[in-house]
Nanobody
């Protein structure tokens, strides 16, 4: 059974850091582009970052550029999102998602992804 599980969320003060993990089970991530998305209450889900299947291409939402870094370790079947200099507006439920694509494909559109995790809450507050 194909499954994605996010972890690493929590409560952090503004300016702090968190590292989210997206672990896959039931399939190998080698051929999948992975995206990180977030959804705040009353807002639409938005793409935060994505990484191609081979890791050679990445894309970021403008508001997180220079603060967030996406990476993947295919040997561990896991994708990470390092979040630094967090702001209250980063508060949301964060999801990872996967789609089979050519090695350098990246896309921040939620509709482009087939498989989704359950999400992890990130709260940035003093």
């Amino acid at each position: 059974q194909l499954q994605l599980v996010e972890s690493g969320g929590g409560l952090v003060q503004p300016g702090g850091s968190l590292r989210l993990s997206c672990a896959a089970s039931g399939f190998t991530l080698d051929y999948y582009a992975i995206g990180w998305f977030r959804q705040a209450p009353g807002k639409e889900r938005e793409g935060v970052s994505c990484i191609s299947a081979r890791g050679g291409s990445t894309k970021y939402l403008d508001s997180v550029k220079g603060r967030f870094t996406i990476s993947r370790d295919n040997a561990k079947n896991t994708v990470y999102l390092q979040m630094n200099s967090l702001k209250p507006e980063d508060t949301a439920v964060y999801y990872c998602a996967a789609v089979v694509r050519i090695p350098y494909y990246t896309d921040l559109a939620p509709y482009a992804y087939d498989y989704w995790g359950q999400g992890t809450q990130v709260t940035v507050s003093s």
